[in-house]
């Protein structure tokens, strides 16, 4: 019913940038919220940043000042600017989104979908 489709992911040095991109796609009625969660090796899945309809943003503090959520509301897409990477952001970075079918489906309330991942990998 939606796919969620990532794209961005890569190797880089520490200190440096990647940008990850977010598309949601299929019987979407309207995006209540997304976010970027991310699970490195061994760890849980952890919240790095969400941003709501509204355009409110949440960062968890060892990103904050270096990462930035953003969406594009018409185009069902939320990007990740990821600056100044440390070794320590290595993971695989997973979309999430909340959001509302359309009524064909015949599925009321809201729903939480999960792209597929898209793998990190900071070097020192």
């Known amino acids: 019913q939606v796919q969620l489709v990532e794209s961005g992911g890569g190797l880089v040095q520490a200190g440096g940038s990647l940008r990850l991109s977010c598309v949601a796609s299929g019987s979407i009625f309207s995006i209540n919220s997304m976010g970027w969660y991310r699970q490195a090796p061994g760890k849980q899945r952890d919240l790095v940043a969400h941003?709501?309809?509204?355009?409110?943003?949440t960062y968890v503090d060892s990103v904050k000042g270096r990462f930035t959520i953003s969406r594009d509301t018409a185009k069902n897409t939320v990007l990740l600017q990821m600056d100044s990477l440390k070794p320590e952001d290595t993971a695989v970075y997973y979309c999430?989104?909340?959001?509302?079918?359309?009524?064909?489906?015949?599925?009321?309330?809201?729903?939480?979908?999960w792209g597929q991942g898209t793998q990190v990998t900071v070097s020192s």
């Open positions: 999430n989104a909340e959001l509302r079918l359309d009524r064909t489906t015949g599925v009321i309330g809201l729903v939480e979908y």
């Open positions: 941003i709501s309809s509204g355009g409110s943003t």
